[in-house]
Structure formats: C-alpha cells, structure tokens
C-alpha cells in the first residue's frame, strides 16, 4: 500500500536517449500535423509538417483533416519520394493516421520503418513540435502584417525556414541539402560564380556531409548531458513486477475513492519484454485491453515483497489515458448559483463507481449534455 499510494521525491527515471543520427540526407525523417488554423479558401484546415533529421530541412504541406489515407499517401509520394527517395524510418506519434492498418502496409512495401513515440512520453517527436511552433508563429506574424490566408504564405515560410541558420548544423537546411547557399536578393553579391562540377562536387557533398554529422552528434551530447542531469538511471529486468503511475483527474472516481485521495500507481504488472534502453511491454489484464502496454521508465515503480497482492480493476470504466469515468445514476436537487450579472442552474448528482456513491453539485447543463436521459 505505502508504494502504491507515497510520493516520489527523486529524480524522474530514464536517461535521455538522443535519436540516431542518419548517415545520408532524408534517410531518416520525422512527420507530424499541425491542426487547428482558420478554413482556407482552398478548404484546408491542415498542416502536414515533414522534416529531416539530418539536414534539418523541411516542407510543409496543406491538407485537411478528413483526407482519406490513400490521398496522404498520393501527397507523400509527390511531395517527399518524389524529391528525396524513400526514407529508411519516420518517427511520429500515434495519430490514427499513421498507425492505421494501410499506412503501415504502405511503408512496409516501400521498406520503411515506423517509429512511434512511446505512450504517455511525446518527448521521442520533439524535434517536429519544435519546427511546428516555430511555423505557427511565422504564419502567425505573416498574417497579422500582411492579412489573408495562412495557404498563401506556407510556401514562403517553408522558404524561409529552409534558408535560416541552423545552430546544431551551423548552416542553413538549404545549404546542408544542397551544398551551396541560397540564391536570395541579399546573399547574390556574395556567392559569385563559383562553381563545382564532376569528382570535386562529389567530394565536397561527402565532407559537408561528416561535418554536418559530427556537429549533430557535438549537439546531441550536449543536450543529453544537460538532460541527464536532472534525471536518474534505471533498469528492469524481463519477468519483474512494477507499478503503472495513473495521473491524478478532477472529478474522476478510482478505486472507490475520489481525486487526490485515489492511488497514485496501480498494479502490479510483469514486464514481458524490453522494447528499448527506457521503453518496457508490460503484460497488462484484459480489463486495461485499450491501453498500449508499451511504456516509458518514468511511468513504472519497481514493485517488491508480495507478488500475489494485485490492485483489481474490476468494474471500471478505464479509458486509454489511464482514467476512469464515474457513473451518474440519478438527480436529487436542483438549485440556482446567483452571480453578480447571471444566474446558473445546478443540479445535485449521485454518482457510482466501483461499489461506491458520492452525491455533488454540478452545472445542470454541462450534466444535460453528457447525460440527456436523466432529464
């Protein structure tokens, strides 16, 4: 009981583990989308954000969100095979879209690997999160100066990022890409007409190559070394038993008890194997079947002592983020909150889970939406 329910007052577990980095350019790439800007005139509501690890280059693409799969995979053969071949992997999270069935089949054709971030840890998709918000602000500040479409100015964002310096390459994408720099109005007079051409060309390509390698690797374990200063090492073994963290939600009834009173860790559960240096497959009962068992170091307890004494989670309602719905059985009273300039309607709810009732105030029509037949 004292595991299951005490705080932990250590460093968070698991050690950074920087993405390898690629031998050749778009080799290996990350994708993600950007949802949520205005309807284009075009109908677009989407941005599909496609960048290389290596060169740090990028396109950005518009789609909309009920784009069937075989249209995403049509857009990704014209705009990134076309260009750049097929790439050996693609890290992205779990969005339906990637996970699906089709997408997954498509790739394994083309020879592609699909990494996915690990549950309840997007951290693995940094390096695209970090390239989408630097994308919403330019289109952010285009708008705000110029008005009209976010459609119309993607491009040249796209342009302009792709020509910006990049610290951990210490070049632009563009230059990294294509061994030179970008021909724009304010870098003509110091480009001249220098050019290469046959074996040096080659030659050149490969050393910019290793440089820009080399420095990715100076950035990556510069960060890891910041990184693991605030977090600790540890390791489990096949066949251990651990705890599984649950995160603390308002108003959601667990185990019999509610809100901070509920068990911080539930369990135990056996680890069946060890996907990565920090990532485990726990062997989770049918109860929790909508739950990827796949799991980061930071979300397990090392459990010990009896392994027969198991947390049931019989008679819940578990949703796949690790939260459980209480169930409202009936209304008992109503009332009215007076405000300084409106009034709102109350309604006094029982509710049930798990053998347990527990009677509370709530907004009558936030309970009529979520639950119409009590009215």
């Known amino acids: 009981m004292c595991q299951q329910v005490k705080a932990e007052h250590q460093l968070p577990s698991g050690l950074l583990q920087p993405v390898k980095i690629p031998l050749w350019k778009w080799e290996r790439i990350t994708m993600d989308f950007v949802s949520g800007p205005p309807l284009s005139p075009t109908k677009k509501d989407t941005m599909w954000v496609i960048v290389d690890l290596l060169t740090k280059s990028t396109h950005f693409v518009p789609v909309r969100t ?56 997007p951290q693995t998709d940094g390096h695209s999160e970090r390239v989408m918000q630097n994308l919403e602000d330019m289109l952010r500040g285009c708008v705000i100066d110029f008005s009209g479409s976010w459609e119309d100015y993607l491009p040249l964002a796209e342009f302009a990022y792709n020509k910006c310096y990049q610290s951990s390459i210490q070049k632009a994408p563009y230059e990294a890409l294509y061994g030179r720099r970008c021909h724009t109005p304010t870098c003509w007079t110091e ?32 960060q890891k070394s910041y990184a693991d200063l605030k977090c600790k090492e540890i390791e489990f073994s096949v066949g251990d038993q651990v705890f599984l963290k649950v995160s603390p939600w308002k108003k ?62 019989e008679e819940i309602e578990v949703r796949p983020d690790l ?21 709102v309607p109350l309604v006094k709810v029982l509710c049930r889970n798990h053998g347990s009732e527990e009677a509370t105030w709530e907004p009558e029509e936030a309970i009529r939406q979520q639950y119409p037949h009590l009215f």
Request: proline share 5%; aromatic share 10%; no cysteine.
């Open 66 to 121: 009920d784009y069937s799969l075989q249209k995403l995979a049509k857009l990704y053969v014209a705009e990134i095979v076309r260009l750049h071949g097929v790439s050996v992997s693609i890290i992205s999270d779990k969005d339906p879209r990637f996970t699906s069935r089709f997408w997954k089949a498509l790739h394994q054709a083309l020879g592609t690997k699909l990494d996915f971030s690990t549950a309840f840890h």
């Open 191 to 222: 480009l001249g007409e220098r050019r290469s051409l046959g074996p040096k060309l080659i030659l050149e390509t490969e050393e910019k190559v290793k440089l820009i390698r080399t420095r990715l690797k100076e950035a990556s374990d510069r």
């Open 252 to 313: 959601v009834l667990r185990f019999g008890q509610k809100g901070k009173l509920s068990p911080r860790f539930i369990g135990p559960y056996q680890i069946v194997r060890r996907v990565g240096p920090i990532v485990y497959q726990l062997e989770l009962p049918p109860e929790l079947n909508r739950i990827h068992d796949v799991f980061h170091v930071s979300m397990l307890r090392r459990y010990r002592s009896d392994p027969s004494y198991i947390v049931s989670v």
């Open 323 to 343: 939260t459980y719905e209480e169930e409202l059985v009936q209304i008992l009273d109503r009332d009215v909150k007076v405000l300084r300039r409106k009034y």
